[in-house]
């Protein structure tokens, strides 16, 4: 149980350090939010990149990452680069690579160089790794992996116990018995030799940093990680420190997961003499219960909200606002509701929230209802999605008299109505199959509070004198006039007899949708449940 102890409080330890700084408000760490023309405010070209690993979906998370480095880029003139860091073989998934490209493309993300696989570039990574070897600033690790677990293991039972664990058992081989080892064939790794204390660094959104590894006084261990390998494959710490730089990486964004990883970068650029790039660390994406956002939520992915119906402005606007604030005026002129192009005008990092963001799924349904609206109001758009919805409205009721105008006409009169266009079919379904009044409560509801004599009557003079396809001002207000009752409840009872009182569609459209034969034979059946 103590040793349980101790592993969890190693685990732990890192990012509960981080946590602390992060919300420290008794310390200079986190300084003010800057306004406008502080240092944060980005003048010059921005080169940024977005470097996602192909092990899985892109997801939310992902995707305002990418969108950061995109705005930034697009802001100050800049370059947005797309790099693949595939170097972990062993988690590589069949076609998210793909997924990558299309969830990126679909999004309106172009990138302006690449995209470069980092599997392609091995032989810079050799290059540079046996640079930082000749300089003493790296080394060989010939230990096994039962030894690396002992160590680990023993590192945390020590009182305290200590997240590094490793002894530099192989910094101390001599050239002999390097070469010995390397002349034997056995396996070997990497390391980089981490200085016994990391400089503090400047995040553009948090502020000075200062994380250190956890060490215990009396059995010091070393921080050292692993650059390179035992396949000759470099390590994330490596390859993307060598990428920025040789891409002239200007400014990093990235998630908050990184923050600890950082100062090891920082060292390795100071290793190899360049000039690290400036960092931004993003808070962590949250459900309204303010828990982590799984990366393993297939639903979360882009391609899987695609499918839901979402349209790709909807989903790059709600992204957006995962920890960046717009204009305030803007803001509540427009519902937040903003484009892509908006967006490259507005960024800035200066604008960015400390805070960990939450992701209520409504707001996304909000905006593709926005968006898709506007989208309505182009008959381009509404062509082009006319064909699924049709081959829906067939596989689901079965051939409808002149279903493509129906549906189209159901669009440019209704389609406001809609969150998103894969409901069609169960919004709009009392145009395709007659009101079940016995079942549907909305139905219900109007038997028990309108007259339903007066209702049948109503209905009765309207199914006589109903030639036209169509519901005139002239006829409700004549009908409201013949009958003493207001015109909402000639509405109300019209809505009644052809759709079970079902929301949605005007009434008006329901006539010319349905035509006359089957508004009157609506209208008759109505009547006879108004007189049981």
Known sequence: MLLIKRIESCRQ?????????????????????PSKGHANHVCEPAVTRFAPSPTGMLHLGSLRTALYNYLLAKKTGGKFILRIEDTDRSRLKDGAMDNIYNSLKWCNLKWDEGPYLQSERTDIYRKHINHLIETGRAYRCFCTKERLDDLRQSALRLVPPTNVSYDRHCAHLSEGEIKSKLDQGIPFTVRFKAPEKYPPFEDLLHGKIDLQPQQNPSDIRYDDPI??????????????????????ISHVIRGEEWLPSTPKHIALYEAFGWEPPKFTHLPLLTTTEDKKLSKRRNDMSVMSLKEQGILPEALVNFSVLFGWSPPRELASKNHECFTLQEFENLFDLDSLTKGNAKVDMKKLWFFNKQFLGKKLEDPTFIDAVLPTIVKTIKDKYGNVTELEEKVKTILIENGKVLSNINEFDTVFYYFFEKPNFESNEQSQEFLSKYDNKVASTILQYTRSILSEGSLTKDLVNDLSSKFNVPKKTIFQTLRFALAGSHPGAAVPVLFKVLGVSEAQERIANAIQILEQ
């Open 13 to 33: 330890y890192s990012s509960t350090v981080l946590s602390s700084i992060l919300k420290s408000k008794k310390t200079s760490i986190l300084p003010k939010h």
């Open 227 to 248: 650059l390179m390998k035992s396949d000759n494959y470099p390590t994330y710490h490596l390859a993307n420190v060598i990428d920025d730089h040789d891409m002239k």
